[in-house]
């Protein structure tokens, strides 16, 4: 199991110290206008991600019953666009080198913490041993967005991404199997993977790569996880801040990898910047 496994596990077991990370509401912060335009007056979507639907794959909406909420309770989720592959190390330079705001030397604190772009040599370079398509990572929820956002798209939602990522190579919802649940446990026990270059996996029924197997990955709404209240001091939602207390929710207790992706998402604050984590977009 790789160190950031390992950390979920713990991160869930004392959940409710990391739920106190959720008093940032990162839906009411501003995120800073991106750049419309290159140096030389390229269209910004040209030089950070095409949009065009060879880089996306369309996933049909319908319903699924999600990790957390009763069993019998399932939920719509209408048809988007999925990035193929997590954002790259490649495309998210192009994107700093137009917004001169997230660059590492100029972002924020509240919207980045001292382990942006970790590993870069500068402003403008990537780290000696970086791979320009291994997914970025050590960026936080903000830059995720801004960046989602400076091409027209969204980061997707927890619904979307679970949505998604239930799939397995040919079947659209593939959790009852033992093979999908091994394959992403398989992956836990692996070293560190954010350093590999993106398809790294085998495209999944809708074709989409790597939503196991390679980063975490934020989600629009990832501060919702598990909680309605904005602290423990939230007496009316102690139900679901306790890992013990917590499965009582879930829908599958013996979807041990679904556990530790709530965990995990459950404890980040939007300016962490997490060395196993990246991104990806959608779109309408």
């Known amino acids: ?56 794959a369309e996933v049909k909406g319908g319903s699924y019953v999600p990790f957390y909420g009763k069993a019998d ?32 030397s100029a972002v924020k604190r509240i919207y980045a913490d001292g382990n942006y772009l970790a590993g870069w040599q500068n402003d403008s370079t990537l780290g000696h041993s970086m791979l ?33 990522a239930m799939a397995d190579e040919t079947t659209r919802d593939a959790r009852t199997k ?15 993977t954010s350093g590999l270059p993106v398809g790294h996996t085998t495209p999944n029924y809708w074709g989409i790569m790597d939503l196991h197997g390679l980063v975490w990955e934020w989600t629009e709404d990832f501060s919702e996880v598990m909680l309605s209240g ?7 939602t102690d139900n679901s801040m306790f890992c013990g ?8 207790l013996m979807n041990y990898a679904a556990f530790m992706r709530f965990a995990f998402r459950g404890s980040l604050k939007a300016n962490y910047c997490v060395q196993n984590q990246g991104f990806r977009c959608v779109s309408k």
């Open 178 to 192: 033992a093979s999908y649940n091994q394959h992403i446990l398989s992956w836990y026990e692996k070293p560190n």
């Open 73 to 104: 309770s399932s939920v719509m989720v209408k048809g988007f666009q999925m990035d193929k592959h997590p954002v790259t190390n490649r495309q998210f330079l192009a994107f700093v080198k137009l917004n001169p705001q997230w660059r590492r």
């Open 230 to 236: 904005e602290s423990r001091r939230d007496v009316s």
């Open 1 to 56: 199991m790789n160190n950031l496994g390992f950390s979920a596990i713990c991160m869930c077991a004392s959940l409710v110290v990391s739920c106190s990370n959720l008093t940032l509401r990162p839906d009411t912060l501003p995120i800073e206008a991106p750049a419309t335009s290159g140096t030389g007056g390229e269209p910004l979507s040209i030089l950070v991600a095409p949009t065009d639907t060879t880089s996306m």
């Open 245 to 252: 207390s917590g499965s009582v929710g879930a829908s599958d």
């Open 132 to 164: 320009e398509d291994a997914p970025v990572t050590n960026v936080s929820w903000f830059a995720a967005k801004a960046y989602c956002n400076a091409i027209g798209k969204t980061l997707p939602t927890i619904n979307q991404w679970e949505y998604a």
